[in-house]
């Protein structure tokens, strides 16, 4: 077994799905997060959508991503005895030239096993009337911010968390060592999500973060039914109140929720239900977007001892458990091949 821990830096969902597979690969480790620095995966609605509904296609990798996603969550759910992972269909109003488009592709082998059914003519309560509706069922949203705080008591607990801020001036490396505050460390994983534009070691990677808002409303005359999207989604999350979002920002990289942000979100809230609602809530947060939009995962090319799991952009619920057990499957054996397209060398000297 490995002598000397894994530093794991930041506890979004990247680093804490590396982190959980870490501990069933017996691999020592230790987080070092900062909670004072707001994570995208505090604020994330938590939706996973096997579609791409803008042309109709899967989600990228979603037969191989969700099943491992769902398994991951559901395992942690037995494990914590808590609710993480709530499965809740789609219902995605259709203009009638969208529903042509749906019935069409329906039939298609790839994607029947998540539509479950085209609608015309009917009408939902809550929503105003559409031409016509697509349901698609394997969807619904993890609860990402108990998930993250289960974990973070279960870390704490085993004394595999360290709260503070990870600085760089930390690190020394000596012929091949990589040492964080004097003590030797096996290697440090970098994780942290959007704020890893400033990393010295990984300024070669594309980055390009997408700042995003959410509002959290009252809505009591709405049916929690369902997950309603249509330029803006609406997520059930209990007691009445639905989560709302989301704006695409790339000039902005603050987690400050803007009036612009807002009125934006209620603009299309409004163009979807035709009930009264209140705003009780308004956050905001930086997607880890890179301009390709695939996950960025390995070791440093030329620094044996310094990698990066990041990248998970508008998805990190689908994509982070399968891709963390493909990130320690490259940390157990460094010869493991992983898709050209998610390793971090694809950017190197490009
Ligand atoms: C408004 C919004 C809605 C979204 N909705 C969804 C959705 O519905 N479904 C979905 O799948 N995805 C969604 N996302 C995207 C999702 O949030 C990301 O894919 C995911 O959270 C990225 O996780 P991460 O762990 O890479 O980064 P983060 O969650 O940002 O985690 C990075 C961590 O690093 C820590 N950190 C940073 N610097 C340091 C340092 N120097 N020292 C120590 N710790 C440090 C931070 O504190 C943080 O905990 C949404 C994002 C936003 C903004």
Redesign the pocket.
Known sequence: MEKFPYII???????TTLAFELEKAGLPFKI????T????????????NPLVFKRLVKSWMVDDVLPVALDTYSSLEKHFNTKFIHSLNILKPLSKQEHKLWEEKKEEDMLNNYISGVEAGTHYAGLHSFYGFGKVTQSG?LD?SLMLQTAFGHFVENKDLIQ????YEDVSIEEGRVFWKKSQVAAIIF?????SIYNPYFSFVKFTPT????LLIKAPELPQTHIYPKKVYILPVGKSRFKV??TYDWDDFTNTPTVKGKESIEERLQDLISVPYTVEKH??????TVHDRRPVLGFHPEIPGIAMF?G???????L?PYFAKEMVKIIQNRNYKIPPEVAVSRFWKS
């Open positions: 830096v930041g506890q979004g969902i990247a680093g070092i997060t900062d909670n620095r707001f994570g995208a995966s505090k604020v994330a609605a938590g939706i996973y949203y990402t503070e801020r990870f600085k994780c942290k999500g959007s704020y700042k995003g808002e959410l979002g989301s956050w905001a947060g930086v997607r880890p990041n998970m952009g508008t998805k990190g619920v689908m982070a």
